[in-house]
């Protein structure tokens, strides 16, 4: 089965400070989404990547994939407090699966005002 | 616009005692429905999934089951809730049966089993 690790597991910065989450697949990606939680509630889809070298943006968040490494990363410009909270990356396994996702365990970030 | 409910936000229940967790999708026909568990470790287990009224896949061997009986509603069922029941809950919908499948997400029930 299809695991993600995500790094770091926790990450504490500044308000104002760039920061990058990672989240490595053990098999092939055929689409990779990253989401948002806030604690206690329920999740929020940030993005979906399909292609490799695939780069996309929203508001100051923006993702890439790497295929051949079988990665994405997520980075965050000028962080706001606004943007703590949990990521999450999840991936399909590919093929007629029915859109069933495997989630990574979760960066948890802090922005200090 | 597609809307998904859960409810209730909140339950605590004693040990031994029966689940029912209901979530509904609104704005959408023939959705992709899916029920999460989020443990303390914060990663998502997929429990079980529908493409259809009274067809569910489990993920898990559990104390759990699942029950589809309309197009857009979802049930999380359980006759005698254990204590690593305890969790919170997440229903999705999506579409597709391909890799290309985004979930969107309730708000979740947070289960304390006592």
């Known amino acids: 089965s299809q695991e993600l690790e995500q790094s770091p597991q926790s990450l504490i910065v500044q308000e104002g400070k760039n920061l990058t989450i990672n989240c490595t697949s053990s098999?092939?990606?055929?689409?990779l989404y990253w989401y948002k939680q806030k604690y206690g509630e329920g999740l929020i889809f940030l993005m979906m990547?399909?292609?490799?070298?695939e780069e996309k943006s929203h508001e100051k968040i923006t993702a890439k994939l790497d295929e051949k490494k079988q990665q994405s990363s997520l980075h965050i410009t000028a962080s706001q407090p606004s943007h703590a909270g949990i990521y999450l990356c999840?991936?399909?396994?590919?093929?007629?699966?029915?859109?069933?996702?495997?989630f990574g365990q979760g960066t948890i970030l802090t922005v200090h005002p | 616009s597609q809307t998904i409910h859960q409810w209730p936000a909140t339950l605590v229940q004693p040990v031994g005692s029966p689940l029912s967790l209901e979530c509904t999708v609104e704005?959408?026909?023939?959705?992709?429905l899916y029920w999460y568990r989020q443990a303390a470790g914060r990663g998502l287990q997929l429990l079980f999934y529908?493409?259809?009224?009274?067809?569910i896949s489990s993920e898990v061997p559990q104390n759990l089951s699942a029950s589809r009986p309309q197009d857009r509603q979802f049930i999380l069922s359980s006759k005698k809730l254990l204590l690593s029941d305890s969790g919170f809950y997440l229903c999705?919908?999506?579409?597709?049966?391909?890799?290309?499948?985004?979930?969107?997400f309730g708000a979740g029930t947070r289960l304390s089993v006592l």
């Open positions: 999840g991936a399909a396994p590919g093929g007629t699966s029915y859109g069933k996702l495997t």
């Open positions: 704005g959408t026909s023939n959705p992709n």
């Open positions: 098999k092939t990606l055929y689409g």
């Open positions: 999705a919908w999506g579409r597709g049966n391909l890799a290309k499948n985004i979930q969107y």
């Open positions: 529908s493409v259809g009224i009274g067809q």
């Open positions: 990547l399909q292609k490799g070298g």
